[in-house]
Structure formats: structure tokens, C-alpha cells
């Protein structure tokens, strides 16, 4: 009995010394103690006052439309931006949420995003009245003029190694027909410049209409609809039209433009320029304008609908 309480006493003892032992040892080295706020990649915003406000992802835009009818293009605007240092791909999927018999058959919904700049290049051209397409004349004079497509304000440039003194940027649209004269719109003069004003082409502008590569005008541009941005001599500008008898001076578009005026929360519907100037790119640390156009059908059940839309985006490899 005595030996067996001697070898429990030192083995108690043992116990002792080691756990005091690895009390003193250092269990680590050093601390760093993090904490972050982490943003969305894509994030979708809607004018509160003056203010955009953006919103994460589970925080819906929400807004009622209230009584509609056929006839009229309802169209909103809101906005998306790319935070990421990466491109992204974006994708908009709606799901229908109510309608009589949950059939929304009738509703025509179109998503259209706009955004990065455009560039078109004007020259000189073989002016002949009562004949088209004029073809570009030889050894003219060449610009290349390159634009934001949305903003608050159009913000042009213009390169060439011509000698434009003393021209203006206009925007001429063809209403009520095609053929008439006018209406000119005066952008500015100089090589750069910004101007505050509405979304072009107007919504009666003929070449918002019809397509201006098909006949009589023939045209081979990439854009079939939009609108038409020369560069005029300034003395050339009587009021509302052009002098046509100096034409010969004229730098004519080769193709059709769009600016969308991110001033206007009621924005005009187009529904032949929009999806040619849409994009599904959105490029790093940008901005774009975001129009949704819904429209009803004559003969459409009358009822409550609703809609649920999500944006989704994939990082561009």
C-alpha cells in the first residue's frame, strides 16, 4: 500500500511541472484585426429627388405604374454602375408575379441599357439633289466626331487635320417627312465641347422611323435608325434649316447616332433605336442609363400585373 501511494504522488507532481511549463510558452507570434465593408460588383440606383440612391441586392426598386392603356409606350428610367475593376456581362429576366389567370399575354416589356460613347465620321460628299445615296468626294474634308451616349449633357470631340474653322455641330432631323427642310438643331462650334440638351433623335424624327438603308435613301450605314450629326459652316445656318446652295461644304454623317438625355425622367420611346444602341457590356467604374418600356396590347384582359425583374452580371474573363 505504501509503494503504490509513493509512485501516484510523483506522478501527480509530474503533472504539475508540465502544465506549468506550457503556461509561459507565447501562443502566437502577433494580431491583425480586420473588418470591411464589402460593396456589390453591379449595383442598380433610382432618383430620389436629386439624389441617386443605390441600392444592394435585396433591396427592390419598386414602383406602380398605375392605370394603363393601349396606344401609349410607358417608359422609366434608372440606373446601373460596375464598381468592380472588371467588365461584366449582364443579363435582365423578368417574371411575371400577377396577372388574370397568371397569363401576361399582351404586355410587351423592353429592357434597354445605355452607356460608353459613340464615334462616327463625317466627310465631304458628291451633293446631287434627286439622287441617293452621295457618295463621298474625293480628297474632302474628314472628322471623326465622338460623343457620350447618355448623360446630362452631350459631350462631344472632334479630330481631323482639316481646316474647320468656322464650323458648327448640328443635328438635322428630318419630320415631318423626310424630304422636308429642317428642323436644325445647333449643338456648338470648335473642335470640343458640351451641350445641355434632349435626347436625339426626336421622336418624330423621320429617321427614328424608318430604316434610312432601305429605299429611296440606300444608305449602307451600321446603324439603320437615329440621327443625323454634320458639321456645317456657321454662315451656313439660316434659322431653323441650312443653306443648301453651300452643301458642298457640308461634313454628312456616314452613320446614325443616339444621345439619351439623363436629365429627362420621362424618357421618349424609341423602339427602333434603342435595341440597336443597347449594350449587355458594362465596362469597368462606369455608369449607364437603364430604360424600361412596357406596352399593352389592344385586345389585352384587363386586370392587375405585376413583374418581378432581376439584373444578373458574370465578371468578363
Known amino acids: 500500500m505504501k509503494r503504490t501511494s509513493k509512485i501516484g504522488i510523483v506522478a501527480l507532481c509530474l503533472i504539475v511541472v508540465t502544465t506549468l ?149 448640328i443635328y438635322y432631323a428630318n419630320y415631318p417627312e423626310y424630304w422636308t427642310e429642317g428642323p436644325v438643331t445647333v449643338i456648338g462650334s470648335g473642335l470640343s465641347g458640351s451641350y445641355d440638351g434632349v435626347t436625339m433623335p426626336f421622336a418624330d424624327d423621320e429617321n427614328a422611323l424608318r430604316s434610312i438603308n432601305e429605299d429611296p435613301i440606300n444608305e449602307d450605314y451600321e446603324h439603320a435608325y437615329g440621327a443625323k450629326f454634320w458639321l456645317v459652316p456657321t454662315e451656313a445656318i439660316v434659322g431653323n434649316d441650312v443653306n443648301w446652295g453651300m452643301a458642298g461644304q457640308f461634313l454628312f454623317e456616314t452613320d446614325l447616332g443616339f444621345y439619351l438625355d439623363c436629365d429627362n425622367m420621362s424618357p421618349v420611346c424609341l423602339p427602333n433605336v434603342y435595341p440597336i444602341f443597347d449594350t449587355t457590356v458594362l465596362q469597368p467604374l462606369s455608369t449607364y442609363c437603364w430604360i424600361s418600356c412596357y406596352h399593352v396590347a389592344f385586345n389585352i384582359m384587363p386586370g392587375i400585373y405585376a413583374f418581378e425583374t432581376t439584373l444578373n452580371a458574370v465578371k468578363v474573363i
Request: a negative charge; glycine letters at 6%; charged letters at 15%.
Open 21 to 169: 511549463v506550457s503556461a509561459t510558452l507565447l501562443q502566437y507570434f502577433g494580431q491583425v484585426n480586420t473588418t470591411m465593408n464589402v460593396q456589390q460588383s453591379i449595383q442598380i440606383g433610382e432618383k430620389v429627388n436629386t439624389e441617386i440612391v443605390w441600392k444592394n441586392w435585396n433591396e427592390p426598386v419598386t414602383r406602380d405604374l398605375g392605370n394603363v392603356v393601349h396606344c401609349t409606350d410607358y417608359c422609366y428610367k434608372l440606373w446601373i454602375k460596375n464598381q468592380a475593376c472588371k467588365s461584366a456581362t449582364v443579363t435582365l429576366t423578368d417574371v411575371v408575379t400577377n396577372a388574370p389567370y397568371m397569363d401576361a399575354t399582351g404586355i410587351d416589356i423592353g429592357h434597354y441599357i445605355f452607356g460608353d460613347s459613340q464615334t462616327i465620321e463625317l466627310i465631304q460628299k458628291n451633293v446631287v439633289f434627286g439622287q441617293s445615296p452621295w457618295t463621298p468626294l474625293v480628297d474632302g474634308k474628314e472628322a471623326t466626331l465622338t460623343f457620350n451616349t447618355c448623360g446630362t449633357t452631350f459631350n462631344w470631340n472632334i479630330e481631323t487635320n482639316a481646316n474647320l474653322e468656322g464650323y458648327s455641330l
